[in-house]
T-cell receptor
Framework: DQQVKQNSPSLSVQEGRISILNCDYT??????FLWYKKYPAEGPTFLIS?????DKNEDGRFTVFLNKSAKHLSLHIVPSQPGDSAVYFC?????????????FGQGTTLQVKP | ETGVTQTPRHLVMGMTNKKSLKCEQH?????MYWYKQSAKKPLELMFV???????ENNSVPSRFSPECPNSSHLFLHLHTLQPEDSALYLC????????????FGPGTRLTVL
């Protein structure tokens, strides 16, 4: 059973508008969440993260929101730029210690149109 | 070279072949990982190495055999693979004190005929 789900395989937004990517998880033991971005022919790169003790983390144009009661997190990109077009992966980490066991979602392909 | 490199970038092999994937990290990390990404599926962790010792094997079939001779190099030896093993194989590294922030290589696209 998939513990981290990104139910939207793709998203298209206009340049300058807000992009909202969503992620749901089922395991309440997850305590750290991350977003990775992947361009074609490259490996994923770390974008932003949030601890379960917070409900928001902001880094420039990127903000991650965490709703623990709903087991839901979202990534907001404002304003969206064509260079943001990529696949975005949500990932979660559990409380089993510093094991490096990240559980990834399937990814959402974001297209930002000029 | 900087970051995490992987060779080859593409590999086509028959089911009876033996091949190896290579990963090298130039970041001074001591934790390394192998992931598999099949079409339309999430990245799936296969193996974790910390300071050259395997600390995680995510129920990977024995036809995949990892090797970590030092903290900078990681290999994945492949033998008698199946067509369903065709996927993108990604290597990553991290500091052992921050294993959530992983740095990925570009991956090897493997096709098993």
């Amino acid at each position: 059973d998939q513990q981290v789900k990104q139910n939207s395989p793709s998203l298209s937004v206009q340049e300058g508008r807000i992009s909202i990517l969503n992620c749901d998880y089922t395991n309440s033991m997850f305590d750290y969440f991350l977003w990775y971005k992947k361009y074609p022919a490259e490996g994923p790169t770390f974008l932003i993260s949030i601890s379960s003790i917070k409900d928001k983390n902001e880094d420039g144009r990127f903000t991650v929101f965490l709703n623990k009661s709903a087991k839901h997190l979202s990534l907001h990109i404002v304003p969206s730029q064509p260079g943001d077009s990529a696949v975005y992966f949500c990932a979660a980490s559990g409380t089993s210690g510093n094991t490096g066991k990240l559980i990834f979602g399937q990814g959402t392909t974001l297209q930002v149109k000029p | 070279e900087t970051g995490v490199t992987q060779t080859p970038r593409h590999l086509v092999m028959g089911m009876t072949n033996k091949k190896s994937l290579k990963c090298e990290q130039h970041l001074g990390h001591n934790a390394m990982y192998w992931y598999k990404q099949s079409a339309k599926k999430p990245l799936e962790l296969m193996f974790v190495y910390n300071f050259k010792e395997q600390t995680e094997n995510n129920s990977v079939p024995s036809r995949f055999s990892p090797e970590c001779p030092n903290s900078s190099h990681l290999f994945l030896h492949l033998h008698t693979l199946q067509p369903e093993d065709s996927a993108l194989y990604l290597c990553a590294s991290s500091q052992p004190t921050d294993t959530d922030t992983q740095y990925f290589g570009p991956g090897t696209r493997l096709t098993v005929l």
